[in-house]
């Protein structure tokens, strides 16, 4: 079954029924009332919205102002909130040109409406957004998020995904390499004690087999919750991207299909072998777990995306079309493989933490024991010696006369 057609847990909605597209015309606009427009209402996600447009800005002069607003707001229970990323565009007679902005924010009672005051200055409408028939088209891409706490989920349609790929990129990437180029500094300063990282090593290569194994492994949700804490940004409009690709990394690890309107899966040929392997709901480091933080430290990245964003409006021709589609292909590739290795590092941190906590408390026991040995031996003494010293202050007994 496509991960379309599952139902989205806790809500009854499916996945397809969580995105939305709407488009607002406003017809004559040179010449109508500049008051607030609304659009009629759209349903997504089990929620009504509708587009608010102000023609002449709205607490600003000189800018055409837009907003999604929550339509049935008022007759909703309390405590109701939407939390959802959208797209606003108006569109230009070159499509190429067109003005996009997006945004993800946390709808409520207290914010039922959210958008741009400011969204594009009202002199740039002449140049090729007002059509020949004097008409201003305006549309909105509404995508609500159901977030999960245990961990990465995917939370974007496929197309509109693919939007947000070409723009968000290199955002993505600069996120995921600064965490693991965080993570394997903290490694390097521990390896280069060399004392404490041999002392390590001592300390692993002397336990058992089965304490090896029961200390090299930890629940999933246990560490894809601190994942999941660490990287969703509810007011970060780059979080839900963040997510897919984070998604899309662990089904890699666990060697499971995505939905079929996914990006092909990446072949086990194109990419080093994992870190972390899956077993069941455990990730699972193998025996030589030293070595692992080594190449932890070692592997290189993949090569950086030079590219930079891309346009979002697809081109005409098929040759064109091929190589966008190529292009979107390689985008995910990269994406998964860079989320691939923020979970391999997450989960490969939390269980050396593990491993660290028990080789302290290791290194104490043996002070500890070291310290009653000392104490015993120096008791030992103490009471040998004071025996001889009263032998030796001993007089002898006086004799009768």
Not at 166 to 178: A, C, G, K, M, T
Request: net charge neutral; with cysteine; proline share 4%.
């Amino acid at each position: 079954m496509a991960e379309t057609d599952q139902v989205d847990d806790g809500y009854g909605l499916k996945l397809a029924e969580l995105f939305g597209k709407h488009t607002c015309k406003i017809e004559k606009y040179s010449v109508i009332d500049k008051k607030p427009i609304r659009s009629r209402l759209f349903e997504v996600g089990g929620c009504q919205w509708y587009i608010l447009v102000y023609p002449e800005g709205c607490d600003v002069s000189g800018f055409l102002s837009l907003f999604l607003c929550v339509g049935n707001y008022d007759q909703l229970l309390p405590g109701w909130s939407h939390l959802a990323q959208f797209t606003m565009s108006v569109v230009n007679k070159n499509p190429k040109r067109s003005k996009f902005s997006d945004t993800l924010h946390q709808f409520c009672k207290k914010e039922h409406d959210w958008g741009w005051k400011k969204f594009m200055e009202l002199p740039r409408l002449q140049d090729g957004f007002i059509d020949e028939f004097n008409s201003l088209t305006i549309t909105a891409q509404v995508q609500v998020i159901r977030e999960r706490v245990d961990r990465p989920f995917r939370c974007l349609d496929n197309d509109y995904r693919r939007e947000l790929v070409r723009v968000y990129l290199p955002n993505v990437e600069l996120i995921f390499r600064r965490f693991v180029q965080e993570k394997r500094s903290k490694l390097e300063k521990l390896m280069e004690d060399k004392a404490r990282w041999t002392s390590l090593g001592a300390f692993w290569s002397g336990m058992d087999q089965d304490s090896r194994r029961g200390m090299s492994r930890e629940k999933m949700n246990v560490i894809l919750t601190g994942v999941v804490k660490c990287f969703f940004i509810k007011k970060e409009v780059t979080s839900t991207l963040v997510m897919d690709s984070l998604y899309s990394a662990l089904k890699n690890l666990e060697g499971q299909p995505q939905n079929k309107k996914a990006p092909r899966m990446l072949e086990a040929k194109e990419l080093p072998a994992p870190v972390v392997s899956v077993d069941k709901d455990m990730f699972v480091l193998d025996d030589y777990v030293l070595l692992l933080l080594e190449r932890a430290v070692l592997e290189p990245m993949p090569p950086k995306d030079e590219r930079g964003p891309q346009n979002r409006i697809k081109a005409g021709n098929n040759g064109e079309e091929f190589d966008k589609e190529e292009s979107y292909e390689h985008d995910e590739m990269h994406l998964t493989e860079l989320g691939r290795r923020v979970v391999e590092i997450c989960a490969l941190f939390h269980i050396f933490s593990k491993i660290e906590v028990a080789h302290q408390e290791a290194i104490v026991l043996k002070m500890q024991e070291e310290l009653i040995r000392e104490e015993e031996e120096a008791g030992v003494g103490s009471k040998g010696g004071q025996k001889k010293l009263n032998q030796k202050n001993r007089t002898k007994p006086k004799r009768n006369k």
